[in-house]
């Protein structure tokens, strides 16, 4: 079966709109905002800071601690248990790696980043929004980086490959072909790809095709990040 | 706060002024924004100065207790994630949380928001719980006042989703959650030996005692809980109470537009 145009009328390889902000939360040494569609991701940087317990500490280089979690009342259907969770636990490590390629960690040992991604309201793609949220968020803080990361899920819906999966089709029925997932993250510039994860049936030519999707809609996003960052230092200047 | 610390803002508070410029009495901006998730039943927004918390209803259906077969649930948490001050910590709970949790959802439930009857679907079988969840993301102090304002907003907001075969469809919502009273907590802060309202978190340092109070619209008190290391007198009680009414009256004025 295929699938001929979008629950939303976007095109396959469009994303919902996006919103980016840096310095949202005044607390934070740096943060971000990330919405797209109606999935909302805050990200909060607190460090480099002591690292306890002291036998955590590395002489050489510092470490990245990563925390994603879901409002409880965010997700569809039932209420989110708070805490951590199964889900929540390989989301946040996997954002861990997904942002490290982007930063020196020699250039704060002993020390500690801590990473914090609040999710208000979901509506899929809550990695790769945390993930687009995180990375503003440590460029906020001033901490040296490669680039930019960015994050956005693609996959496969019918027999289309697409760009930002809502919800809707995400619970694409399985009769009709069902529905592969493809959370990707790069750093788009450099061609490094730093998150990668998929699940449902997806044939290697269709991988080919998401991946080289990936990176047009990741470089269109890595802009709307800087000018968020550009936006705030405009924003700072004029107070 | 450190003695000096502590001297300098005694110093103002004898002017009536704060380290921000504010009077005593004053607080600082309130905005709410409603209907903020769109997957909760209600939600709201609610931002004190730069005190930013939001807070979700999520609605499901439950089997009541032994001893009260015809009332629903009706129920509050804080989560002080990490994000909103770089104090707050990973794990468990932590015996703040816990206060402001409960601080509130005495606030609520005894203040009668919402009527635990009518939440009942069929007596000693199916009930309506009603689990409101408040999680700040910027912590600039003030966050039990923060929490009551956005844990009622959100309560405003919500709305019943509907029953299909015994079964809830979350994504279809009809009967608006009826409040019979809109309770709200608000805390006096003992700071420099004086008594002043919505603190951000540099003059949080220098709390001595703290005292919230739930009121409803009318002036009755529905909860009380007193903080803080240091105690209070009859007098300044008294003080605090009177004080607390005129702060809810500001509340609500931004409440009910």
């Known amino acids: 079966m295929s699938y001929e145009k979008r629950f939303d009328n976007r095109k396959f390889d469009e994303t919902r709109k996006i919103e980016a902000k840096a310095g949202v939360i005044k607390r934070a040494d740096g943060s971000g905002y990330f919405k797209i569609g109606n999935t909302e991701a805050y990200a909060a940087v607190y460090g480099p800071r002591n690292l306890f317990p002291k036998f955590m500490q590395d002489p050489q280089k510092g470490i990245l601690r990563v925390r994603y979690n879901m409002m409880p009342f965010s997700g569809a259907g039932e209420r989110v248990r708070p805490g951590t969770s199964r889900r929540s636990k390989e989301i946040s490590f996997v954002t861990e790696n997904a942002l490290l390629p982007a930063l020196n960690l020699e250039d704060f040992p002993n020390a500690v980043v801590d990473v914090f991604i609040e999710l208000p309201q979901t509506d899929a793609g809550t990695r790769a929004a945390g993930i687009c949220a995180a990375s503003i968020a440590l460029a906020d803080a001033g901490l040296n980086m490669k680039g930019l990361v960015s994050a956005i899920a693609l996959g496969r819906v019918g027999d289309k490959i697409v760009v930002d999966l809502d919800k809707k089709e995400e619970d694409f029925p399985e009769e009709e072909g069902g529905v592969a997932d493809l959370p990707i993250a790069m750093l788009p510039e450099k061609d490094m790809i730093t998150l990668l994860q998929m699940d449902g049936f997806l044939k290697e030519e269709e991988l080919e095709e998401a991946l080289t999707k990936a990176k047009e809609v990741l470089l269109k996003i890595n802009e709307i990040q800087k000018q968020a960052l550009k936006e705030k230092i405009k924003r700072e200047a004029e107070e | ?257």
């Open chain 2, 1 to 257: 706060m450190v003695y000096d610390m502590k001297k300098n803002v005694k110093r103002y508070y004898e002017k009536n002024l704060r380290l921000d410029g504010r009077k005593k009495d004053e607080i600082r901006e309130l905005k709410i924004q409603y209907s903020v998730s769109k997957n909760a039943e209600g939600s709201a927004k609610v931002q004190l100065g730069e005190t930013t918390v939001y807070a979700g209803v999520k609605m499901s259906i439950e089997t009541p207790y032994d001893d009260t077969p015809d009332q629903g649930n009706l129920m509050v948490n804080a989560e002080l994630t990490p994000m909103g001050n770089p104090e707050f910590e990973m794990g468990p709970p932590s015996d703040w949380a816990i206060e402001i949790s409960r601080v509130v959802d005495r606030t609520i439930r005894e203040g009668k928001a919402v009527d635990l009857k009518k939440l009942c679907i069929e007596e000693g079988e199916k009930v309506w719980s009603v689990m409101i969840d408040i999680v700040p993301i910027n912590d600039a102090g003030n966050l039990l006042d923060a929490a009551s304002i956005a844990a009622l907003a959100a309560l405003k907001d919500a709305k019943f989703p509907v029953i299909n075969d015994g079964k809830i469809d979350y994504k279809n919502h009809d009967k608006k959650l009826e409040l019979e009273n809109k309770p709200l907590l608000i805390t006096v802060y003992k700071i420099a030996d004086e008594l002043v309202i919505d603190p951000d978190y540099e003059e949080e340092e220098g709390i001595q005692a703290r005292i919230s109070i739930g009121l409803l619209e009318d002036g009755t008190l529905c909860s009380l809980q007193k903080g803080g290391e240091e105690p209070f007198t009859k007098e300044e009680i008294m003080k605090a109470i009177k004080i607390a009414k005129e702060t809810a009256k500001k509340y609500r004025k931004v409440l009910e537009q």
